[in-house]
């Protein structure tokens, strides 16, 4: 029975494909799993293997054109099978709903109960693994199918919005089935694995957590398949060919290789032409670029205009899908407005390199600062507040959380009690937490719980800039670099050594007074050390 195969949905924001090269022709034989085309997406060029096995009958999408999610894109059937109705637009049932509606009667016919998932099998879902995660990607996988699994043992890393964190098995047995490939998405309470005894029917597992999962649907409906026009049959297509594969610049030939021989040549910076493919007719292979040699006689990289432009799509991190989501919502959630000041800071300096003479002593001058703006903050609780549609709430306790830059974006650990800490214990935390942020360490209760946030770019030579707020905090302190420049001290111009300072408020619960009367208190700490230790 001829199968009908439709443009998949190779992306969560795909809306339509364009068949970049096909690997079968009319009358091939399909096995399944066979690659049948390469179809680029809004985001890559992908390969799409076939579920289904028979021979290709019928190409419905030509090289180099484009078409829509679900439109028909080949027919696979068996040998010399008539499919004129199909073509001419008869009623026809897709191969999902031929399945679907088999299925069915089937259910009505024997009146079996529900499948259930056996004894001793256990269906792993993808876990919360922080307050604000929604979906999961999986980092690594620790196991692979077939590995025995003890209950304590790490099945895989998985990179929520905070962190990327080891996740442990609470079952044990053999890992029958990984459900969300490395480097893939899911959201919370997907289907992870499936972990049970070795010779599970893992199909039929599959099937009962589906029908657990899936709430009940209507009756399949058949699906009317109109017929291609005939040049789709008869002629090539003369579209351009909009195509993942590299063509030449000022020819109409294209070069058939696959998308990881494409990446490799790109980063090893090799042309296409100069390969002579190994693969199934002709497509350039993995093998094909790891075995190049490059003439002697090669003028270096001849097809390369100067001033090409080129660019990159990297795909968002959770992280950074979430900084994303969160910064918006507070910048135009919150009121801001900034205040600037500038200290003086020849006095910090000379506390600083005294106490760092002591033994075992070495404390920096955003320790400073996080402990002086906790201090500040006990005597003025609204700028250490939280805003609520009913009420404002004043916190006592004063937890800092210290701003982080790690490659996918920025994260916030927590010096909790930060006024009740000496200076070297605030170092050694924030040191400690720098650290396991760049390798993604941090606990998610590390990030959590902050009354307020300081971003600190003086170490990158930054002298002033502002931030947006880290909700639910009301309040963000920014810090600059220690610069010279001529002060007036005494009435006389001196060298001096100043740093610039802005705290961005939410005017929902801080006031403007109320900001300029913590930063003079803030003044009084940084530019009065000894206040800090006494």
């Not at 690594?140 to 209950?151: A, F, P, Q, R, T």
């Not at 090893?268 to 350039?284: H, V």
Request: aromatic content about 6%; proline content about 5%.
């Amino acid at each position: 029975m001829a199968i009908i195969v439709n443009m998949p949905r190779l992306s969560d924001t795909m809306e339509e494909g364009t068949v970049s090269s096909w690997l079968k022709k009319v009358g091939d034989k399909v096995e399944e799993g066979d690659i049948l085309a390469e179809i680029e997406t809004d985001k890559a060029t992908m390969e799409f293997e076939s579920f289904n096995e028979g021979f290709l009958l019928h190409i419905g999408i030509a090289e180099g054109e484009s078409a829509e999610v679900d439109s028909l894109l080949a027919i696979i059937g068996d040998e010399g099978e008539d499919i004129s109705g199909l073509l001419n637009g008869e009623s026809v049932t897709s191969a999902t709903e031929t399945s679907e509606a088999e299925e069915s009667q089937t259910k009505k016919s024997a009146e079996q109960p529900a499948a259930i998932i056996p004894d001793g099998v256990e269906v792993v879902k993808m876990p919360r693994l922080s307050d604000t995660m929604e979906e999961g990607t999986v980092a690594s996988w620790l196991k692979e199918i077939g590995d025995s699994v003890n209950e304590g043992e790490i099945l895989a890393e998985i990179e929520t919005d905070k962190a990327t964190m080891e996740f442990e098995s609470f079952f044990a047995g053999e890992l029958l089935h990984i459900g969300v490939q490395v480097g893939e998405s899911a959201a919370v309470d997907s289907l992870l694995a499936i972990i049970g005894p070795n010779g599970t029917d893992v199909a039929a597992v599959l099937a009962a957590a589906s029908s657990a999962d899936t709430p009940k649907t209507e009756e399949p409906k058949t699906t009317n398949v109109s017929a291609p026009p005939p040049t789709t049959l008869t002629k090539p297509s003369k579209a351009v060919k909009k195509t993942g594969v590299q063509a030449s610049a000022n020819s109409n030939q294209r070069i058939m290789a696959s998308p990881l021989a494409k990446k490799m040549a790109a980063e090893k910076g090799i042309d296409l032409r100069q390969l002579q493919g190994s693969g199934e007719y002709g497509r350039i292979v993995k093998r094909d670029i790891e075995q190049f040699v490059p003439s002697s006689t090669t003028i270096a990289a001849p097809f390369v205009p100067k001033g090409q432009e080129s660019s990159e799509d990297i795909p968002n991190s959770q992280m950074r899908k979430v900084i994303a989501k969160r910064l918006t919502e507070s910048k135009f959630s919150a009121p801001h407005y900034y205040l600037s000041v500038e200290f003086d800071m020849d006095a910090a300096i000379a506390f600083r390199k005294q106490y760092n003479e002591l033994p075992d002593t070495k404390i920096s001058f955003n320790d400073i600062v996080v402990k002086a703006t906790a201090l500040a903050l006990k005597q003025h609780p609204q700028v250490n507040s939280r805003w609520y549609d009913d009420r404002m709430q004043l916190n006592h306790h004063v937890h800092i959380g210290v701003a982080v830059a790690v490659p996918e974006g920025l994260v916030v650990p927590v010096v909790r009690f930060a006024d009740e800490m000496a200076l070297p214990q605030i170092g050694t935390h924030v040191k400690d937490y720098a650290v396991r942020a760049r390798d993604k360490k941090l606990a998610p209760d590390e990030m959590e719980g902050s009354t307020f946030t300081i971003s600190n770019l003086g170490m990158f030579g930054i002298d002033e800039f502002t931030s947006i707020i880290n909700q639910p905090n009301s309040a963000i302190l920014s810090v600059g670099a220690i610069v010279q420049k001529p002060v007036v001290k005494d009435g006389e111009i001196v060298v001096g050594s100043t740093m610039k300072l802005t705290l961005a408020c939410d005017h929902r619960t801080v006031d403007g007074a109320t900001g300029a009367q913590f930063l003079q208190t803030l003044r009084e700490y940084i530019e009065q050390p000894l206040r800090l230790v006494i």
